[in-house]
Structures are given as C-alpha cells and as structure tokens.
C-alpha cells in the first residue's frame, strides 16, 4: 500500500462528506450544505480518523449563547496532538468547551452507526483501502 498523509485522508474525508452522511439533528436543524460540508460530521470523522491513527477521541460540549447546542468530537494522537477537521463548522459564534478522553463505542456505535460505515466505505474507496478497525 502506497504511504498516506494527513492531508491524504482530511482530502478524502472532505470529498465525502454529504447529506446522506449529515447528523440527523443537524439536518433537521437546516440540513447540510456544500458551503459548510462538515456540519454534523464531527463525530464519524473523528471514528474515521481514529480508524488510521488510534490514539484518543475527544469530544467537548458545544454552547452557543450560554445555551447547550451538543457536543463536538475530534481526536488526539498518541503523540498527544490533537486535531479537530470539522471545527470549521462553527459559524455562529459557537464554543466548544475543553474536551475529555472518550472512550470509542465499542461495536456498532447506534444510532449513527450507517453513517458511519457510508463515511468510512467512502474514504475507503477514495484512497485505494486502509486498515479497518
């Protein structure tokens, strides 16, 4: 298998982001456009991500106007650094609290488990395959 990059897979993570991929709260909450693709994909992102390089998922809660909106997820490397490809989605003067440690659900992670697996299988194909978990 050729080597990939970071910016191999944040390519091929982009590429594939859609509606059909969109967190069911976030399309009912405006949908999912193509002029803010990674709205409601934090968390598959994150399992995707984790997918080719371990190490820790992160998620931290989201607040906008002092109000609780959800939560957002990204990961952190065994190396400790921690990298977030959907922040962008936060357009609206939202904040994201410091996030914790989580552990990555174990088995089909409901109730977004086809998105994920759609996600993942997109990627997947973009790149020519990669380590499953």
Not at 17 to 41: I, M, Q, V, Y
Not at 63 to 79: A, E, I, K, Y
């Amino acid at each position: 298998m050729i080597p990939l990059t970071l910016t191999d897979i944040t390519e091929a993570l982009r590429a594939s982001w859609a509606a059909d991929t969109c967190s069911p709260d976030d399309l009912a909450r405006g949908g999912w456009t193509s002029d803010n693709p990674s709205k409601g994909h934090c968390d598959i992102t994150a399992l995707v991500v984790h997918d080719f390089f371990g190490g820790e998922l992160m998620v931290g809660e989201v607040h906008l106007d002092g109000d609780q909106q959800g939560h957002h997820w990204w990961n952190r490397f065994p190396s400790g650094i921690e990298v977030d490809l959907t922040r962008e989605q936060f357009r609206l003067g939202q904040v994201v609290t410091e996030g914790r440690a989580a552990q990555r659900p174990a088995g089909r992670p409901a109730p977004r488990w086809d998105e994920y697996e759609l996600l993942r299988d997109r990627v997947r194909s973009r790149l020519g395959g990669y380590p499953g978990r």
